[in-house]
């Protein structure tokens, strides 16, 4: 078996890390207290390819590998993890559907512009009452002559201020259950759309989660996604690629964390020596940098499958996913127990770490979500039509 990354792989992670640090670091406290969307840095990274990673030449984008995007979202998710939740969701969650299922023209429209970086994603499925039961949904969309007219109201959608398309999941047969749920492509400007109120969160400050507001939302047959009653196949069709980019984003996330853990023990000292050299410490980094391994092991074995395999991913994707977003949260816990006292103040990155890691096992499928998959896998039992979103 061959683990090693080739020479453009290479040349990927090295040019965003470069770019993270030259041109995002030392910004990222001043962005998070004042939960600034980094809009010009996310501009600059989409003129590098990073905004549509996965789409084809023929579309706009670079057509790369997923370990290649894994690397990007590490990366990423090394220095800033709201900028990494940014490019995960309109890479994954919108691009990738769209890619399957879009037209022609709805691809030419949208898909060339946000492979760009010119303009941004959002996907819109959880809604007040329904998030990981997605069947449970309570948005309606009536086809009423040559559009469809959407009501209701979604929830914790990630980049749903700064996105120039939405994707929406309504249900236009309700009495079908998950099977009349369809997909909608939204535009900020189309009648009776509005954005709600934005949740005051715990981490990722930076990263923009809104209510969306549909009030006889006016929206063009056209931009139908795929066709009628397919709309849940549409969301799951996103998940594993975006399930991938959420393991990727902890591990860079705990890389970052480490490396903060592991200059702090070199410089801070106590009792005559510097921490570093006490077993206690010691211990702590040689967990954590065993861990992060182990899930980037996992993660980019998970993004391999992807492209060789695509049809067997999902499991894959959820170990992926539950293990990384768990060891992310026991990797910024050791940061800063290591940190101590100063650990908790909001001047080290370490504390803002800790905030950012905690959504991580609750968004794109909570960590019991992907333990049923795993297990559904194992036992040959079918898989019922639950999902999670960001």
């Not at 570093?276 to 499958?305: C, K, P, V």
């Not at 977003?325 to 910024?332: A, D, I, L, Q």
């Not at 297990?375 to 639950?386: C, D, F, H, M, V």
Request: with cysteine; aromatic share 8%; proline share 3%.
């Amino acid at each position: 078996m061959d683990f090693s990354l080739n020479d453009h792989q290479k040349l990927i992670r090295d040019t965003v890390r470069q770019f993270m640090e030259a041109e995002v670091r030392s910004f990222v406290k001043e962005w998070e207290k004042a939960e600034k969307f980094p809009s010009e840095a996310i501009k600059k990274l989409g003129e590098m390819g990073c905004c549509g990673m996965l789409v084809p030449e023929e579309w706009g984008g670079p057509g790369l590998d997923t370990v290649s995007y894994a690397l990007m979202l590490e990366e990423v998710a090394r220095v800033f993890t709201a900028m990494s939740t940014v490019l995960g969701v309109t890479n994954s969650a919108v691009q990738a559907p769209l890619l399957l299922f879009g037209t022609a023209a709805q691809k030419k429209k949208y898909l060339r512009r946000m492979a760009t970086g010119e303009t941004l994603g959002a996907f819109c499925l959880t809604e007040p009452a329904a998030g990981s039961d997605a069947a449970g949904i309570q948005a309606r969309a009536v086809r009423v002559g040559d559009c469809y007219k959407l009501n209701g109201t979604k929830t914790w959608v990630t980049n749903g201020n700064a996105a120039g398309v939405l994707i929406v999941f309504a249900k236009t047969d309700p009495s079908a259950g998950g099977k009349g749920i369809s997909a909608f492509l939204v535009e900020p400007g189309f009648s009776g759309f509005r954005v709600g109120r934005h949740e005051d969160k715990m981490g990722q400050r930076s990263s923009p989660s809104v209510e969306i507001l549909l009030n006889d939302c006016m929206v063009p047959v056209e931009n139908r996604l795929g066709e009628e009653g397919q709309g849940l196949k549409i969301a799951l069709s996103a998940l594993d690629g975006g399930r991938i980019g959420i393991a990727a984003q902890a591990v860079g996330l705990a890389q970052g964390a480490l490396e903060e853990t592991v200059k702090y023990a070199k410089q801070r000292k106590a009792f005559g020596k510097n921490i570093g050299e006490f077993q206690a410490i010691q211990w702590m980094i040689a967990d954590m940098q065993t861990e992060i391994e182990a899930a980037r092991g996992l993660t980019h074995y998970a993004a391999w499958l992807k492209d060789a395999h695509p049809t067997k991913t999902g499991a894959s994707a959820s170990k992926a996913k539950l293990y990384a977003s768990e060891m992310v949260n026991r990797v910024v816990f050791k940061a800063v127990q290591a940190h101590g006292a100063v650990g908790y103040s909001r001047e080290t990155d370490v504390e803002r770490m800790y905030r950012d890691a905690r959504v991580i096992t609750i968004y794109e499928g909570t960590s019991e979500v992907q333990r049923m998959i795993i297990a559904r896998e194992l036992l040959g039992t079918p898989e019922k039509q639950s999902v999670a979103t960001s």
